[in-house]
């Protein structure tokens, strides 16, 4: 046996990435990939989420392995969301200092490079290896390949093989592997604002844009062609606007002329898009342990998270630095330490963001829309100014730090409860500008010490 | 396709039964079972739970099928716990009146009992038929058999294939399937105090007996020939008493001389059990929605609980009660319909069950060795006794009365909060025959108009 024959199971972003790390520290990797190579068959993404805000996190592990600058061109800044109201009013509230945003990025090109990258670097790349069962007790991985079934023995297996991972599937028929998949009552769709017939964006492109409407929400994100990518969030059923009240292009427009009006007059496509795209569920997965034998899972296979922070391709990029930080630092002749390692040290973080995540839902279809929630925002924005390391709004904390979720979590909850009883004053809107900050900042102090 | 060719995975004890209810109903029903028909090839159930407490909510689903008698002698009548301290001394705590009790059972025999009944019934069952997948496009159920793979497209199929169903397995992979499979940090071990040389009990029969020792405890159920089945409840590792830490027959013996020692008395098998039989894992398992197409899950394949309260087998046949109760009613035209109501209505009652089954394994393993505990029970049998119908112990709602288990936890609750309140009261122990019991359900009746 080769002592450091590291299987991938999955060449998505987080797949490619890890290998791209495991190569630049020179060990031998293969990835498998039940879909075929695009370059050769190239495939619709209709319907899975294309579009991603990539972020401090990620932006961190680009840097770790050189690609910053390759990854750049494909990435439009957005400095805050653009709220929409009913009546085509819009308001900015940025994501935190002027300076900072998150970006927007597509998932086909930037996979496709990260691919590349990886293939660069010398790790085999298999397609349409669709892995059937990992055996626990034998080690073979067994595959579903065009020339039949296929089965390998590698020392080491990771599973970055997404939210239906088959790796963690195996794992859930051993015993005392605790497991939980939820599924929120909404689902997605994906629609498209095109570019203007002058070629040019239809909105502000440094913006991700929202229409918060309570129970439901529709978001866009810039493309690169000038396009945005919208996603429409409504519940499955069960109230006045849902997918399933939606049957044909009366009930659409309905819909869209009442709540999304200024979006629909740049829609020209969407009674096409409406009905030909899937609708996709959110799920939102944990599991533990991670571990199993010699095989890690890694990203969405072990942590899938609902979109609205913004997180899940952060999440799992960081979870691929510190996973090779901890393989520099033991080595490769200790896999079970650094796997155990890992999963110790990472699973409170990716249980608070998966938390956070189902938490954002509600400010960003909801809160957003609502003047005090604004007023709020402002308040912790000149907190953060005037003691920046004291009080750091949470947005900040998980978006453009890379301080342990966790941490991020539990600061942010207390910071909350300080900010409730500061909203509760009655005259706020009036006098937030001569607050006593430092009572606050005591106030926090006071809490944490607690 | 026959209308109503139903086909149930898994002979155990709800598959069986719920198999009697349908074809005393005058319904087609095949039955298949992975394991071997245990007349022609006996199998040891070493290892699994293999003596359960049989109540209320079980004995009404055995006499609606006309079975009450024939299991009877089969069962021995359990009036409460015998509590045992670590010197050999033992108190009785009564599970409810004189004359209610719940009754041990071996799943064996009855097992055995409910398939031939079954049969007799003239529903077909095929042995040494493993399911391992049911596509819900093509509603194919796929078995492995000796002679090879075999697939059927019964027009209904009902999971009552236990805890790792095959059926909920492929549900799983269905979107929008909600589960959650969560071990406890414990496992256990079966084990034996056998007749003694005279051929007599070694203890009192009637009772259940616990050893409470804080984080872990010994149980110990009679069985008809005399012996008693014993399970022991440890932490697998991490404490100073667990399984990881007794590795050889000197562990042993001190933890058991230290903890159980009367009981280690008449354990002459003790050292080779504790090495020879498995320690198996408990786990709790919710999962949402049961229906999909054409299949239901029922019993541990939908909600398989920790085994602390005494209700698997007994929720799993209140089950059967209900379904074969909607399929009455409904008529065998509407499954869609059956199947929606079934769920819809009971699984508040599991998740409440599922929830209790948790809560009590600190109950029996600590607070039975409380006095103050003690007490309360008393404190509480007296008011049920004064106002029967007011205010019902929730074990006696769970154990003798057929009470939803969501109402009896919502009960439950409400009663807890008011006996905290008396039990703080200082002088309690020397008063408790003087309180002021009416006031009691004054505030109870007060709690529930809230």
């Known amino acids: 046996m080769k002592k450091n024959d590291i299987t991938i199971l999955g060449a998505g972003l987080i797949g490619s990435l890890m290998a791209i790390y495991l190569k630049r520290q020179g060990l031998d990797v293969s990835i498998y990939d039940k879909r075929p190579d695009r370059r050769k ?3 619709s993404e209709a319907g ?64 496709q490079l990260l691919v590349e990258e990886a293939e660069r670097l010398g790790a085999e790349i298999h397609f349409e290896h669709k892995c059937l069962d990992v055996n626990f007790r034998t080690d073979e991985v067994i595959f579903d390949t065009p020339e039949g079934e296929k089965k390998l023995t590698p020392s080491v297996i990771i599973g970055a093989d997404g939210a239906y991972s088959a790796l963690r599937m195996s794992m859930q028929k051993q015993i005392r592997f605790n497991y939980r998949q939820e599924y929120i009552s909404h689902g997605y769709k994906e629609l498209t604002i095109p570019a203007t017939p002058l ?16 129970k439901f929400m529709l978001i866009a994100l810039p493309n690169p062609d000038k396009s945005f990518t919208c996603t429409l969030f409504l519940p499955f059923q069960g109230t006045k606007v849902c997918f399933e009240k939606i049957q044909d292009e009366k009930d659409l427009e309905t819909v869209f002329r009442a709540y999304f009006d200024d979006a629909y007059q740049v829609m020209p496509d969407l009674k096409t ?50 996973l090779n930080g901890l393989i520099e630092k033991l080595g490769t002749n200790a896999w079970d330490l650094v796997f155990e390692k890992f999963q110790k040290k990472r699973k409170p973080d990716t249980d608070a963001i998966c938390q ?20 709020r925002k402002k308040i912790e924005a000149k907190l953060h100014e005037l003691y920046p390391k004291e009080w750091i709004p949470l947005y900040t904390m998980v978006t453009f730090t890379d301080m342990g979720y966790a ?6 909850k207390l910071q909350e409860a300080i900010m409730n009883k500061v909203m509760a004053s009655p005259l706020i809107t009036e006098n937030w500008d001569k607050l006593d900050y430092e009572d606050i900042i005591n106030q926090m102090e006071t809490a944490k010490a607690v």
């Open 407 to 412: 941490e991020a979590y539990a600061q942010g």
């Open 41 to 43: 068959i190239p495939y």
């Open 273 to 322: 898009e409406f009905f030909k795209n899937p609708t996709a569920a959110l799920v939102n997965i944990e599991c533990y342990p991670w571990v199993q034998g010699n095989a890690l899972l890694l990203g969405d296979a072990s942590h899938a998270m609902v979109p609205f922070y913004g997180q899940g391709m952060n999440c799992g990029f960081e979870d691929c630095s510190i």
């Open 48 to 111: 899975r989420s294309i579009n991603m805000a990539l972020s401090h996190r990620g932006w961190k592990s680009l840097e770790q392995v050189g690609l910053k600058d390759k990854v750049l061109p494909f990435a439009i800044p957005m400095y805050g969301r653009r709220v929409h109201d009913e009546h085509g009013g819009t308001a900015f509230v940025p994501y935190g200092k002027a300076d900072q945003a998150i970006y927007s990025i597509s998932r086909g090109n930037f996979n």
């Open 199 to 214: 070629g040019e964006f239809a909105m502000d492109p440094n913006a991700l844009h929202i229409w918060p409407r309570g």
């Open 356 to 375: 956070l995540a189902m938490e954002n839902f509600i400010e960003m279809r909801d809160s957003v829309a609502d003047p005090k929630f604004l007023l």
